[in-house]
């Protein structure tokens, strides 16, 4: 089992996000970066929030790396949610685009637009993390 937004999740999550080929042919023609982050309370602290930060590039992961503190400024979307909101979305409980829909993650940053019109894809990158065995820590989950 991965602890979410360690080094060893984020290099399982890339590997997984290469080898799905529904996302490859989804995102053939997106390209950009997506910053995955923890918030709590709706609040984001850029130099502590667990996060991961994927540069997609017409259907391929090209890097996944923890996220930094310059990554906000630079991320062209940011996708924040509380440990209970991933988990909900990581067990398939409910579809990524829905959440955003729900306010249970929130586009923090990004064409909410371009991101409908890459709704298979968005999916896609989160089937790849579901896939995964991931722990999410009890302390994100209040």
């Known amino acids: 089992m991965l602890t979410i937004f360690t080094p060893e999740w984020i290099d399982a999550f890339k590997q ?69 909101d991933w988990k909900q979305v990581l067990d398939r409980e409910i579809a990524p685009i829905m959440a955003i829909m729900r306010g249970k993650l929130k586009l923090k940053k990004g064409s909410m637009v371009t991101l409908a019109r890459y709704a298979d894809a968005a999916k896609e990158i989160v089937n790849a993390a579901a896939d995964l065995d991931t722990f999410i820590p009890d302390e994100w989950l209040m």
């Open 16 to 84: 997984s996000i290469n080898q799905n080929t529904v996302y490859q042919t989804a995102a053939a023609n997106w390209e950009g970066s997506l910053l995955m982050v923890f918030s709590r309370d709706g609040q984001i602290d850029p130099n502590t929030a667990p996060a991961v930060l994927l540069d997609l590039w017409h259907g391929e992961c090209r890097s996944a790396q923890a996220a930094q503190a310059p990554d906000f400024e630079t991320a062209d979307f940011i996708l924040a949610g509380s440990g209970k």
